[in-house]
């Protein structure tokens, strides 16, 4: 019953990762794939030699680390708030509009960027100089982007993140709240002791899984809302990025499984070790 | 002394409230508003674009936009029809076949339960990267500039299979399946009849998730498709924004080519390409909205 999900995940999935070998060799096309010859670890060398390499694993792992702090601060305290919201119907409309941005793809998302960050026309430079000040190039000033990404990652998944905790803290169960109340908490004191640690489990899964991609990024959000600009390298380029122009504008097959290797295992060993430490520290709240 | 209340009323002080759905109304207007934007520039007039800049007011409203889209409107309606199509498909195919992957993973009397849960989820952790994907794709299986090649990588998705696997565990009870047993019934009837028709909301939930995936998607295409006709939309829109900008900032083509400039698609009708991408989603979003709310809910907690 299983089998043609199953071809297709071995398929999708399990055969592509028998393709690391490719980092360990250098393709040629006279000799195709399984004639090449291997070159050992030179691809990685020439991989880590590259002057972009501090660069973009620098910008992966601080976005990834942003993004993953920014957006759990974000979705709990919306998902705590929603849940204290009065008016439900007026929570429930709150939380259809908030979700509706996951649905848009990166595509449209640059156009929206575009629609505000355009030099010319676009809507923040018109504001900015309605009140005098100078307009921004926005496409080739760096400075602004680390900010303006986060804003835009946490724009689109904060809305879709809150849902989960807000069922979580749906689930728990009314009677820890009227025992605080007779005990007189206030509805802050709520909050720390009662409502975060219940949803303290579905926190640390969901940061144990973010973990293991902390060396990767939205290929969607990095490449297509900066439109690609080269000007913007320096703070937007990361590992998938550079990964995919090494690919595509110097067909260098090698250095590109190579990088992605890199990503793979390392997220890997950081899931293991991200595990570990919460094994350590609270035995049942492990992933596995 | 003692007060009484009636009930204990735990809610939070109106004040509280009141500041709360202020912030809620600006979250939601920024989740909006950018939306609202593209629509309005997309009937905005040309004039008004350049005097104004993109404005929700603008000057003079002109449906130009639309028409040359519509005019020209042989490769839209194809990227449409395309993107359609493998949304559909797609979406139809996922859901069976990740339904038949985690109904036999759900059950408790199937030995080989816990391999192939693992199986599943050890694709959670390591991949093999864009890289493999590609050669194994257009190499080992041959599916270079095909439609297979953009449905395929996301029939399955790990995590919404675990949901369903969830959902079935805790909706469907063992006694049910027994008792359809002891009646008789094979496995396969057992799955179609019984089991699928109670699993509503979570196929209904996949189903959305399924189709926003498919439809969303661009870099599938990026990587496998090459000839025009096979651009589904969301692919046709990143090509029509990423060339023009590129024909824009290149100054020397520019000088070199005046008509040429000329013909690019100004802005309002990128916008419009915007709106026309956006469009579906947005119409089949609110019937939906329940559903995955739901499916998601019993889904993922319990997993």
């Known amino acids: 019953m299983m089998f043609p999900a199953l071809l297709i995940v071995v398929l999708n999935n399990y055969l592509p990762m028998f393709g690391v070998f490719i980092a360990f060799k250098n393709i040629n096309y006279t000799d195709g794939i399984w004639g090449s010859p291997w070159i050992g670890f030179k691809n990685f060398e020439f991989l880590f030699s590259s002057q972009s390499i501090w660069r973009i694993t620098r910008n992966t792992v601080l976005y990834s680390l942003t993004f993953m702090v920014v957006n759990l601060v974000l979705s709990v305290g919306i998902a705590v708030a929603i849940s204290e919201l009065r008016g439900r119907l007026l929570a429930k409309g709150y939380q259809t509009l908030i979700i509706m941005p996951y649905f848009l793809s990166m595509v449209v998302v640059s156009y929206l960027v575009y629609a505000f960050l355009n030099p010319d026309r676009g809507f923040v430079n018109v504001l900015l100089e309605s009140f005098g000040a100078d307009k921004v190039f926005w496409y080739s000033e760096t400075e602004y982007w680390p900010y303006i990404l986060t804003l835009v990652n946490a724009w689109k998944s904060v809305g879709i993140g809150a849902v989960i905790y807000i069922a979580a803290i749906a689930g728990i169960d009314p009677e820890y709240y009227e025992a605080a109340v007779i005990d007189g908490a206030s509805k802050w004191r709520q909050t720390i002791h009662i409502t975060l640690p219940s949803i303290q489990p579905i926190i640390i899964i969901m940061t144990i899984l973010s973990m293991g991609h902390v060396f990767n990024s939205d290929f969607g959000l990095f490449y297509q809302v900066p439109m690609d600009a080269g000007a913007l390298y320096p703070v937007t380029d990361t590992v998938d990025t550079y990964v995919y122009r090494v690919l595509m504008e110097l067909n260098d097959i090698g250095m590109s499984s190579a990088a992605a290797l890199v990503q793979s295992v390392l997220g890997f060993f950081l899931v293991l070790a991200t595990n570990s430490a919460v094994r350590k520290i609270n035995r049942e709240q492990a992933l596995f | ?303």
């Open chain 2, 1 to 303: 002394m003692i007060k009484t209340r009636n009930k204990r009323d735990n809610s939070i002080s109106p004040v509280a409230n009141a500041a709360l759905n202020a912030w809620f109304i600006l979250l939601s207007l920024a989740c909006v508003l950018p939306i609202l934007l593209v629509v309005i520039v997309s009937v905005s007039h040309n004039d008004s674009l350049l005097n104004r800049g993109y404005s929700f007011f603008p000057e003079k409203l002109s449906g130009i936009a639309y028409e040359s889209l519509f005019k020209d409107y042989g490769t839209i309606v194809g990227a449409y029809g395309v993107s359609i199509g493998i949304t559909v498909a797609g979406t139809l195919l996922s859901v069976l076949l990740m339904a038949l992957y985690a109904y036999p993973i759900s059950r408790e009397d199937y030995p080989l339960r816990n391999f192939f849960t693992f199986v599943l989820f050890f694709t959670m952790l390591f991949s093999g990267g864009v890289v493999s994907k590609y050669i194994v794709f257009t190499q080992a299986i041959g599916l270079l500039d095909s439609y297979m090649a953009l449905i395929l990588p996301l029939l399955i998705v790990p995590f919404n299979v675990f949901i369903m696997r969830t959902f079935f565990q805790t909706t469907i009870h063992p006694a049910l399946i027994e008792s359809s047993r002891i009646d008789g019934a094979g496995e396969w009837l057992i799955f179609f009849r019984i089991v699928l028709p109670l699993s509503l909301p979570v196929m209904a939930t996949m189903a959305l998730f399924g189709t926003i995936a498919y439809w969303n998607d661009w870099f599938n295409s990026l990587l496998f498709i090459r000839s025009e006709e096979k651009y589904p939309l969301q692919f046709l829109m990143m090509r029509v924004l990423n060339d023009v900008q590129y024909l824009r900032n290149n100054v020397q083509l520019a000088a070199q080519n005046p008509e040429l400039m000329s013909q690019l698609p100004n802005e309002s009708l990128q916008m419009a390409m915007a709106v026309v991408g956006i469009g579906p989603i947005l119409l089949v979003y609110p019937f939906f909205q329940k559903y995955f709310v739901k499916g998601l809910t019993v889904g993922a907690i319990k997993g």
